[in-house]
Protein backbone atom coordinates (compact mmCIF):
# COMPACT_ATOMS: atom_id res chain seq x y z
CA UNK A 1 0.00 0.00 0.00
CA UNK A 2 1.22 3.80 -0.66
CA UNK A 3 1.67 5.93 2.47
CA UNK A 4 -2.14 7.83 1.02
CA UNK A 5 -3.79 4.87 1.21
CA UNK A 6 -1.89 4.04 5.02
CA UNK A 7 -3.09 7.48 5.84
CA UNK A 8 -6.66 7.40 4.71
CA UNK A 9 -7.47 4.34 6.38
CA UNK A 10 -5.91 5.59 9.72
CA UNK A 11 -8.06 8.76 9.18
CA UNK A 12 -11.35 6.29 8.89
CA UNK A 13 -10.27 4.38 11.44
CA UNK A 14 -10.27 7.57 13.91
CA UNK A 15 -13.50 8.35 12.39
CA UNK A 16 -15.13 5.26 12.84
CA UNK A 17 -13.95 4.98 16.37
CA UNK A 18 -15.07 8.66 17.01
CA UNK A 19 -18.47 7.66 16.02
CA UNK A 20 -18.30 4.83 17.94
CA UNK A 21 -17.94 6.77 21.46
CA UNK A 22 -20.49 9.13 20.45
CA UNK A 23 -23.16 6.37 20.08
CA UNK A 24 -21.99 5.33 23.32
CA UNK A 25 -22.31 8.73 24.97
CA UNK A 26 -25.18 10.24 23.28
CA UNK A 27 -27.73 8.43 24.90
CA UNK A 28 -26.28 8.80 28.56
CA UNK A 29 -26.81 12.23 27.81
CA UNK A 30 -30.54 11.92 26.85
CA UNK A 31 -31.61 9.84 29.97
CA UNK A 32 -31.53 13.10 31.77
CA UNK A 33 -32.62 12.71 35.73
CA UNK A 34 -32.31 9.13 35.61
CA UNK A 35 -28.56 9.14 36.42
CA UNK A 36 -27.41 10.06 39.72
CA UNK A 37 -23.99 10.86 41.10
CA UNK A 38 -23.81 10.78 44.33
CA UNK A 39 -21.06 13.56 45.64
CA UNK A 40 -17.76 12.05 46.50
CA UNK A 41 -16.22 15.03 48.33
CA UNK A 42 -19.17 14.79 51.24
CA UNK A 43 -18.52 18.59 50.57
CA UNK A 44 -20.76 21.54 48.99
CA UNK A 45 -19.02 24.17 49.60
CA UNK A 46 -14.80 25.00 48.97
CA UNK A 47 -14.25 25.46 53.01
CA UNK A 48 -16.13 22.05 53.40
CA UNK A 49 -13.46 20.74 51.23
CA UNK A 50 -10.30 22.56 51.92
CA UNK A 51 -11.28 21.12 55.51
CA UNK A 52 -12.00 17.48 54.78
CA UNK A 53 -8.32 17.41 53.04
CA UNK A 54 -6.75 19.22 55.77
CA UNK A 55 -8.87 16.35 58.58
CA UNK A 56 -7.43 13.80 55.88
CA UNK A 57 -3.53 14.55 56.31
CA UNK A 58 -3.90 15.23 60.01
CA UNK A 59 -5.14 11.69 60.38
CA UNK A 60 -2.06 10.65 58.26
CA UNK A 61 0.08 12.59 59.95
CA UNK A 62 -1.03 11.48 63.26
CA UNK A 63 0.22 7.97 62.37
CA UNK A 64 3.34 8.85 60.32
CA UNK A 65 4.91 11.51 62.59
CA UNK A 66 5.73 9.33 65.14
CA UNK A 67 6.34 6.52 63.37
CA UNK A 68 9.37 8.31 61.73
CA UNK A 69 10.67 9.66 64.75
CA UNK A 70 11.11 6.57 65.69
CA UNK A 71 12.72 5.39 62.77
CA UNK A 72 14.90 8.78 63.00
CA UNK A 73 15.81 7.58 66.35
CA UNK A 74 16.54 3.74 65.55
CA UNK A 75 19.14 5.07 62.82
CA UNK A 76 20.44 7.65 65.15
CA UNK A 77 20.88 5.05 67.76
CA UNK A 78 22.22 2.32 65.15
CA UNK A 79 25.00 5.15 63.63
CA UNK A 80 27.46 3.20 65.20
CA UNK A 81 29.99 6.48 64.88
CA UNK A 82 29.01 6.87 61.05
CA UNK A 83 28.42 10.70 60.71
CA UNK A 84 25.95 10.10 57.64
CA UNK A 85 23.61 7.81 59.16
CA UNK A 86 23.44 10.35 62.70
CA UNK A 87 23.01 13.28 60.00
CA UNK A 88 19.99 11.17 58.11
CA UNK A 89 18.44 10.18 61.44
CA UNK A 90 18.32 13.80 62.22
CA UNK A 91 17.26 15.02 58.96
CA UNK A 92 14.13 11.98 59.24
CA UNK A 93 13.25 13.51 63.11
CA UNK A 94 13.52 17.33 62.18
CA UNK A 95 11.70 17.53 59.16
CA UNK A 96 8.75 14.68 60.63
CA UNK A 97 8.43 16.84 63.74
CA UNK A 98 8.39 20.50 60.91
CA UNK A 99 5.75 18.81 58.47
CA UNK A 100 3.84 17.57 61.56
CA UNK A 101 4.06 21.19 62.68
CA UNK A 102 3.15 22.87 59.73
CA UNK A 103 0.06 20.60 59.78
CA UNK A 104 -0.98 21.82 63.22
CA UNK A 105 -0.49 25.66 62.28
CA UNK A 106 -3.19 25.04 58.72
CA UNK A 107 -5.82 23.54 60.91
CA UNK A 108 -4.94 26.35 63.58
CA UNK A 109 -5.22 29.03 61.15
CA UNK A 110 -7.92 27.80 59.82
CA UNK A 111 -10.26 27.87 63.36
CA UNK A 112 -8.49 31.00 64.12
CA UNK A 113 -10.11 32.76 60.54
CA UNK A 114 -13.34 30.73 61.40
CA UNK A 115 -13.42 32.30 64.95
CA UNK A 116 -12.85 35.74 63.58
CA UNK A 117 -15.17 35.55 60.72
CA UNK A 118 -17.89 33.85 63.15
CA UNK A 119 -18.21 31.26 61.10
CA UNK A 120 -19.62 27.78 62.30
Given amino acids: ?4 EVHRL ?9 LIFLGLILPIGAMGD ?15 IVNN ?3 FLFEIAIVLAPLMIVVGAVLLVASGGNLAQTERGKNIIL ?10 LAKGIIALIESLLEVK
Fill in 10 to 18: SKMKKIFLF
Fill in 34 to 48: VINIPNPLNANEFEE
Fill in 1 to 4: MKMN
Fill in 53 to 55: IID
Fill in 95 to 104: WAAVGFFILL
